[in-house]
């Protein structure tokens, strides 16, 4: 019982990762109708640009620091007019289509601009472990969890209590109404972008003290946050977020009873039965649309 | 390895094996706690390794943690930071050594960063090459395999082999090496094993 518990334990900390990431997708396809096929690499790009802010001498917390800004710039603002808005007019599949060329495009340029290698990156949380009730519990595994679902419940306060917020919500639900009402569409939207290129950064910090800093860190990553979103609800926010903790928990305990090599089918499995039995998700609410 | 274990004092009281490329091995390490070892012997790859260390430091497990060359290779040190302190293990070549402190020096010197296994051997392995050309005279490709198998090339009269090494008739080589263990980021020897078929 107390491995199960632990295995449990260490799979929400991982699924919470994934649940940035998930948060991130569903956050761009209610407000903009844009599906990220590059998210995974959005995770990859802020932790080189911590690695490169690392190497020129500058602590951990204000490289995080500044690679949010960078991230917002490039993954946010540059995406968001450079691919996003050019190919809005001709419906999601370019789009879907440029974004996962895009990703291929990310992933190479880091290979061939910086490095090929694993670089290593530091711990963000000390290497204390606790013993509850026999249940061994890292100081990571707490830090990353926390931290994690504190940055979903400030992004959910932020878009259920503030003004802002509550106007991207009325983009996302009804863009012409929305307009109508005099709310600033396109500055909402970016907003959107901006926030899911903050969340990457941070799926970046807490991730890559596991994974390494790899150009192909984002491959599996952007796969199982797209699942965990499918699982939850994509239209639901509060669905992305339970999506990435069943896909990090069942990943984990199938690792542990069942095989290290069925970990990555997984997620698959559990997108698989889902979208036959609930297509809208576990938490999503079905769309219709007259023709 | 477990076959060669029998009979031996040391018990394989679990195997465990993980994914190719995997990135979380948590599940793995438990299996490895839970199995209640004397000590855990690691074989992945270098990126593997030092996310395994990691995870390792992580679970908190104070069991030594033992492996090959790559487990404690200066990459692996670097992936691994602090993680990889107190892991052990067996190196054919390293450069805190005392025949290659020299060159280790050099190649930081001209590099700016340390040289790991692969550097030492890449140097050598020209010198053994220069030195059998040498021996033969010419460059006669079988000639010169000819001369470095069953051949021996001592430091003192080749100093770029840096360390005397013998090849057996297959071409397998037969020199010193070390005992490892990681200490504050850096590979501390603690035992010098002779060749394998060193006279007595």
């Given at each position: 019982m107390t491995d199960f518990l632990q295995l449990f334990l260490s799979g929400l900390a991982t699924g919470s990762i994934y649940a940035l990431a998930a948060l991130g997708f569903t956050l761009l396809w209610q407000a903009s109708g844009t599906i990220n096929f590059a998210q995974g690499e959005f995770v990859m790009l802020p932790a080189f640009m911590m690695v490169v802010l690392l190497g020129s001498g500058l602590p951990l917390y204000v490289a995080f620091a500044v690679s949010i800004v960078l991230s917002v710039l490039v993954l946010g603002w540059l995406f968001k007019r450079g691919l996003v808005d050019p190919l809005f007019?001709?419906?999601m599949m370019p789009i879907v289509v440029a974004t996962i060329g895009l990703s291929i495009a990310m992933r190479n340029g880091v290979r061939a601009g910086y490095s090929a290698e694993p670089q290593p990156f530091p711990q963000v949380f000390p290497d204390k472990v606790f013993d509850v009730a026999g249940v061994t519990v890292s100081a990571g595994d707490i830090g990353t969890f926390v931290f994690a679902m504190l940055l979903v419940v400030v992004t959910q306060a932020f878009l259920n209590k503030t003004v802002t917020g509550r106007a991207m919500q009325a983009v996302a639900q009804n863009t012409e109404s929305a307009s109508v009402l005099g709310i600033n569409v396109p500055r909402m939207i970016f907003y959107t972008f901006a926030i899911n290129a903050v969340l990457a950064a941070a799926a970046a910090l807490l991730v890559t003290p596991t994974?390494?800093?790899?150009?192909?860190?984002g491959e599996g990553l952007g796969t199982k946050a797209f699942f965990a979103a499918i699982i939850g609800g994509f239209n639901n926010s509060r669905g992305a977020l339970l999506g990435g903790l069943i896909v990090g928990v069942c990943e984990n305990l199938a690792a542990a009873?069942?095989?290290?090599?069925y970990k990555d089918a997984v997620a698959l499995l559990i997108f698989m039965v889902v979208i036959l039995f609930k297509p809208q998700g576990l938490l999503g609410k079905k769309e219709e649309r007259k023709v | 390895m477990t076959k060669l274990m029998e009979?031996?004092?040391?018990?394989?009281?679990a195997d465990i094996s993980t994914d190719a490329?995997?990135?979380?091995?948590s599940a793995a390490v438990l299996k490895a706690k839970q199995s209640d070892a004397d000590a855990i012997f690691i074989v992945t790859n270098e990126e593997e390794s030092a996310r395994m260390l990691r995870e390792f430091r992580k679970q908190g497990v104070k069991k030594p943690l033992i492996g090959e060359t790559t487990l404690i290779g200066q990459k692996v040190i670097e992936l691994a930071g602090d993680a990889a302190n107190g892991a052990l293990g067996h190196v054919g070549l390293t450069v805190e050594a005392a025949p290659l402190k020299a060159f280790g020096a050099k190649y930081k010197t001209e590099y700016k960063s340390e040289s790991d296994h692969n550097g030492i051997k890449g140097y050598t392995g020209m010198y053994v090459l220069k030195a059998a050309i040498e021996k033969v005279g010419k460059l006669d490709r079988k000639a010169v395999a000819a001369a470095i198998r069953g051949g021996c090339f001592s430091a003192k009269q080749?100093?770029?082999?840096?360390m005397d090494v013998c090849f057996d008739d297959k071409g397998d080589l037969d020199r010193e090496s070390f005992m490892v263990e990681v200490k504050g980021g850096h590979q501390v020897v603690t035992a010098t094993l002779p060749p394998l078929n060193a006279k007595k």
């Open positions: 007019k001709y419906g994974y390494l800093a790899k150009f192909d860190m009873y069942i095989s290290p090599a | 009979g031996s004092a040391t018990k394989v009281v490329g995997a990135v979380d091995f080749t100093p770029g082999v840096l």
